[in-house]
């Protein structure tokens, strides 16, 4: 297991969206005032999705089958200058499962950056709901400055997978018992896995950046140890007897 030598944990208590049917320019040419660590960095910064498995992961619907975890993985990192793509654009849904698209700065599938340089990894980790591009325009930032920054769909907690109206906690055990499990699959995956950023990521300078239950992932990946009480895992869905 690498140690994670920079945690970082980002608690967002609101946010707001609008939803257009384009996608959307959230930010643009940043004013002269700009301070100094919101400046952009001076790399091209490219984006790609990456399907992964974590195998065999514990159910938490019984807590004692086992089946592989699917993760969706979005990454941002410093790209080639002279490669050619598309700008990067990201859908998702709210979680009233109105579409919306945003338009990013990063661009879609560029070639990574060549050499022998190599970037330290900072892992995104959406809160409960969410999704793995919730937060790209701090990926795209981070990435422009010399970080490959992984966004991850955190099974079971997404927008498009809980329907807050019907079943608003369904996914909140999974989350539990998974946020820092994945995380932590994420930094092995960048460490021993053939990705096409294995050149380019240095994974023994790694960063959590949790939102909301994603903070709460990044202090369990830390180190942090949290203690539930039968009462409490009653609350959050469990059966008395997985709670016993």
Not at 7 to 27: G, K, M, N, R, W
Not at 35 to 61: F, R
Not at 140 to 158: F, K, N, P, R
């Amino acid at each position: 297991m690498k140690k994670i030598i920079l945690p970082i944990i980002v608690l967002i208590f609101a946010t707001s969206i609008h939803c257009a049917d384009a996608a959307e320019q959230l930010y643009t040419t940043q004013p002269p005032a700009t301070p100094e660590l919101a400046k952009s960095g001076h790399w091209k910064v490219g984006v790609s999705t990456l399907e992964t498995i974590n195998p065999q992961q514990l159910s938490t619907k019984d807590f004692t089958t086992r089946e592989d975890r699917p993760l969706t993985l979005e990454v941002w990192y410093p790209a080639d200058n002279g490669t050619t793509s598309i700008p990067a654009t990201y859908a998702d849904l709210t979680r009233s499962k109105q579409r919306f698209e945003l338009q990013g700065v990063a661009w879609r599938d560029a070639e990574p950056l060549k050499g022998e340089t190599t970037f330290p990894l900072v892992v995104l980790s959406h809160g409960y709901t969410g999704s793995r591009s919730i937060m790209f325009y701090l990926a795209e930032h981070l990435a422009s400055h010399g970080y490959v920054v992984v966004g991850i769909d955190h099974t079971d907690s997404t927008n498009a997978e809980v329907d807050f109206f019907k079943a608003p906690y369904s996914g909140f055990t999974s989350t539990l018992f998974h946020r820092a499990r994945d995380q932590q699959f994420v930094l092995d995956y960048f460490s021993t896995q053939e990705t096409p950023f294995a050149n380019l990521v240095d994974t023994d300078n790694a960063a959590v950046i949790g939102y909301s239950m994603g903070g709460y992932g990044a202090l369990n990946t830390a180190g942090g140890c949290y203690q539930y009480t039968e009462a409490s895992l009653l609350q959050f869905g469990f059966t008395p007897e997985q709670a016993a």
